[in-house]
């Protein structure tokens, strides 16, 4: 099975930046689409973006729209999340998993342990 492992996460301050990186297993991992999701408490299972392994296509939430950018580096078998302009509403345990082509929801097959971000002053 293709192992996932989220890095990046930590403390930032408001209007801050991070950036996740997803690293997979497998030398197949170009052929999955790859998914961030969030998780706060008291709050249900966000997709926060998503991004296809053929074509690129990309996925925001509207939440995070023109502030996060998912990229993938197949050569790597990284896939990253850049958040920038923070806010403490971003606040979560960030997962990364293996998602559908064409629609940003886990198929199930991979997902990692999380990794925390919290934005907070």
């Known amino acids: 099975q293709l192992q996932l492992v989220e890095s990046g996460g930590g403390l930032v301050q408001p209007g801050g930046s991070l950036r996740l990186s997803c690293a997979a297993s497998?030398?197949?991992?170009?052929?999955?689409?790859i998914g961030w999701f969030r998780q706060a408490p008291g709050k249900e299972r966000e997709g926060v973006s998503c991004i296809s392994s053929s074509d690129g296509s990309t996925y925001y939430a509207d939440s995070v729209k023109g502030r996060f950018t998912i990229s993938r580096d197949n050569a790597k078998n990284t896939v990253y999340l850049q958040m920038n302009s923070l806010k403490p509403e971003d606040t979560a345990v960030y997962y990364c998993a293996t998602a559908y082509q064409t629609m940003c929801v886990p198929n199930g097959a991979s997902w990692g342990q999380g990794t925390q971000v919290t934005v907070s002053s």
């Open positions: 497998k030398f197949t991992f170009d052929y999955y689409a």
